[in-house]
């Protein structure tokens, strides 16, 4: 039991249970039904995906901060495609896509190979980016095509497609993190970088790949939102680096790298979105919703400082 609970995916799976108890005690007529579930799960499907690419990056002991801003610009790119030039619907998703991963290569390039800082890198390009989805969406674009709807407002077993792609990108990179020689190696340059790359690892172009794969789940990501909502917009992904940053690190990621699963990335999405389904519930002010989730992000990267602390004090 004492090792379980050291277990930060454990710890975190019983808070869950917890809070969803609390609030279905607190709001039995609105929080517990069957709506508000498939509402909340469809609304942590996208940070979800890009909390899985974070996941991987935090394991490495690197972040992303242009993540939200690839959301809105590839979801805005594959409108504008296919609105102003009648693009078919695959060749636009696969070109925002692929632009989406060219902008995770630049990062990767510049801060593995030219030793920019992670933050100042990303920073700078969540700016450029954002930029470019004020220039390819402006106001926003809406009248879409209706096989590209069809990708995010189509329902399986009466449930919507995001929250399947959702369940199958967790289901492959949680296998892929366990079980392939290819990707774990990203836990040996997270624990030791020096020791990964005397070992043989190519360290550099491990990071590379593993900051296109994040955008390439961003890209992904922006161009479910965009169908989903019938409409591409500037604004989309505005603050979802912090959030899923916050998911990965509450599900056990380290800033310092070297820990964490995929199956943490998901819980702790998870988390955040209950919590701001409480909120809205309570009716708390938008303002005090953002002072909130700051100050869960801080508490996170808190407890990650102490069981490094006492990790090392063990040691």
Same mark, same amino acid.
């Given at each position: 039991?004492?090792?379980?609970?050291?277990?930060?995916?454990?710890? /975190?799976?019983?808070?869950?249970?917890?809070?969803?108890?609390?609030?279905?005690?607190?709001?039995?007529?609105?929080?517990?039904?069957?709506?508000? %579930?498939?509402?909340?799960?469809?609304?942590?499907?996208?940070?979800?995906?890009?909390?899985?690419?974070?996941?991987?990056?935090?394991?490495?002991?690197?972040?992303?901060?242009?993540?939200?801003?690839?959301? $809105?610009?590839? +979801?805005?790119? $594959?409108?504008?495609?296919?609105?102003?030039?009648?693009?078919?619907?695959?060749?636009?998703?696969?070109?925002?896509?692929?632009?989406? &991963?060219?902008?995770?290569?630049?990062?990767?390039?510049?801060?593995?190979?030219?030793?920019?800082?992670?933050?100042?890198?990303?920073? $700078?390009? %969540?700016?450029?980016?954002?930029?470019?989805?004020? %220039?390819?969406?402006?106001?926003? #674009?809406?009248?879409?095509?209706?096989?590209?709807? @069809?990708?995010?407002?189509?329902?399986?077993? +009466?449930?919507?497609?995001?929250?399947?792609?959702?369940?199958?990108?967790?289901?492959?990179? =949680?296998?892929?993190?366990?079980?392939?020689?290819?990707?774990?190696?990203?836990?040996?340059? +997270?624990?030791?970088?020096? $020791?990964?790359? /005397?070992?043989?690892?190519?360290?550099?172009?491990?990071?590379?790949?593993?900051?296109?794969?994040?955008? &390439?789940? @961003?890209?992904?990501?922006? #161009?479910?939102?965009?169908?989903?909502?019938?409409?591409?917009?500037?604004?989309?992904?505005?603050?979802?680096?912090?959030?899923?940053?916050?998911?990965?690190?509450?599900?056990? @990621?380290?800033?310092?790298?070297?820990?964490?699963?995929?199956?943490? @990335?998901?819980?702790?999405?998870?988390?955040?979105?209950?919590?701001?389904?409480?909120?809205?519930?309570?009716?708390? =002010?938008?303002?005090?919703?953002?002072?909130?989730?700051?100050? #869960?992000?801080?508490?996170?990267?808190?407890?990650?400082?102490?069981?490094?602390?006492?990790?090392?004090?063990?040691?």
């Amino acid at each position: 039991m004492a090792k379980l609970l050291q277990d930060r995916v454990y710890t /975190l799976a019983i808070t869950i249970v917890l809070v969803g108890i609390g609030a279905a005690v607190v709001f039995p007529q609105t929080f517990p039904t069957f709506g508000n %579930m498939s509402q909340v799960v469809l609304n942590l499907s996208i940070d979800t995906i890009v909390a899985v690419g974070m996941m991987l990056l935090l394991v490495t002991g690197v972040f992303d901060l242009s993540v939200g801003s690839v959301v $809105a610009f590839s +979801g805005g790119l $594959a409108a504008y495609l296919m609105f102003f030039w009648n693009w078919p619907v695959p060749l636009a998703i696969l070109t925002a896509v692929g632009a989406s &991963t060219l902008i995770g290569a630049v990062n990767g390039y510049l801060i593995a190979y030219q030793g920019i800082n992670p933050m100042i890198q990303t920073l $700078a390009m %969540m700016g450029i980016v954002r930029g470019g989805a004020l %220039m390819v969406s402006g106001s926003g #674009i809406q009248n879409l095509p209706y096989w590209f709807g @069809a990708i995010g407002q189509s329902r399986l077993l +009466g449930v919507q497609m995001p929250v399947w792609y959702m369940l199958l990108v967790v289901a492959v990179f =949680s296998f892929l993190m366990d079980k392939s020689v290819f990707f774990r190696r990203y836990y040996y340059i +997270g624990g030791n970088e020096r $020791a990964a790359d /005397l070992s043989g690892i190519r360290v550099k172009r491990m990071k590379l790949y593993g900051f296109m794969l994040t955008a &390439t789940l @961003a890209g992904i990501a922006g #161009i479910l939102l965009a169908s989903r909502l019938g409409a591409a917009l500037s604004t989309s992904g505005r603050g979802l680096e912090l959030r899923v940053i916050t998911a990965a690190i509450l599900g056990g @990621a380290s800033l310092t790298g070297g820990h964490g699963r995929i199956i943490g @990335a998901l819980l702790g999405a998870v988390f955040m979105g209950l919590v701001s389904n409480i909120m809205i519930l309570a009716r708390v =002010s938008g303002y005090w919703q953002e002072i909130i989730l700051g100050l #869960i992000l801080i508490t996170a990267v808190w407890t990650d400082l102490l069981v490094q602390r006492r990790s090392r004090l063990r040691a």
